[in-house]
């Protein structure tokens, strides 16, 4: 079945460093690729999305690219801000299927000032 | 606001009480999921439904749980003789595909957050 890898946490950074939090995933057919983010207490907020290999979605500063070769979208952000600390998880989507996602475990990042 | 809305925010419980959440998706959306989220995990898929009709339940769920979605717009979760390990947060999300080859996204609602005690 489908299944999504991220990397363990947490991520600890300090304020304006470089984020990479990797992500891999297997797929039997072409699924969309999504990055979510949620803050503490809160539920989950969709933070980029990708549908096809080599497409890159981006907002609020962070991008990933759908690799289908290396099956890889790593999250990556040129300079972190103590906002961005929350858990970040990866997820794909069979398009030609009934749509329900597959989320991996999820990504603590803090950002110290 | 026009996102996805969850109520209650927080529900306190005595293990084998029944408990019920709600959930109002973004308006023209047609499918709503439910899911379930523990400490330290992703959101763990319990159930589906595309308009009215619920199309796929996880084996998750067990015979305490039901969902309903009686006009195709809001849905609840009921949970039944509630035991320790359905402390949890509950998650609801709707997302609605538009044209043929647009990208489904799921919109997720704030959660509930069950404690049983």
């Known amino acids: 079945g489908d299944s999504v890898t991220q990397m363990e946490g947490p991520v600890t950074l300090s304020e304006e460093a470089c984020l990479t939090i990797n992500c891999t995933y297997t797929a039997t057919g072409y699924p969309s690729l999504f990055w979510y983010v949620q803050y503490p207490g809160e539920g989950l907020q969709l933070l980029l999305k990708a549908t096809k290999a080599d497409d890159k979605g981006s907002n609020k500063g962070f991008e990933a690219t759908y690799r289908k070769e290396t099956t890889s979208f790593h999250l990556e952000k040129g300079s972190v801000q103590v906002s961005d600390s929350a858990v970040y998880f990866c997820a794909l989507s069979d398009q030609g299927g009934s749509y329900i996602p597959t989320f991996g475990r999820g990504t603590s990042l803090i950002v110290h000032p | 606001d026009t996102g996805v809305s969850q109520d209650p925010r927080h529900k306190i419980t005595k293990r084998g009480q029944n408990v019920t959440f709600r959930c109002d998706p973004i308006?023209?959306?047609?499918?709503l999921y439910w899911y379930r989220q523990t400490l330290g995990q992703g959101p763990e898929f319990l159930t589906y439904?595309?308009?009215?009709?619920?199309?796929?339940k996880s084996r998750l769920l067990s015979d305490r749980f039901s969902a309903e979605r009686p006009k195709g717009s809001f849905s609840t979760l009921e949970i039944q003789r509630t035991e320790q390990g359905d402390s949890a947060m509950y998650l609801c999300?709707?997302?609605?595909?538009?044209?043929?080859?647009?990208?489904?996204?799921?919109?997720f609602g704030p959660g509930t957050r069950l404690t049983v005690l």
């Open positions: 999300a709707s997302s609605s595909r538009g044209s043929a080859g647009e990208t489904d996204t799921q919109y």
């Open positions: 308006s023209e959306h047609n499918r």
């Open positions: 439904f595309q308009n009215e009709a619920q199309l796929e």
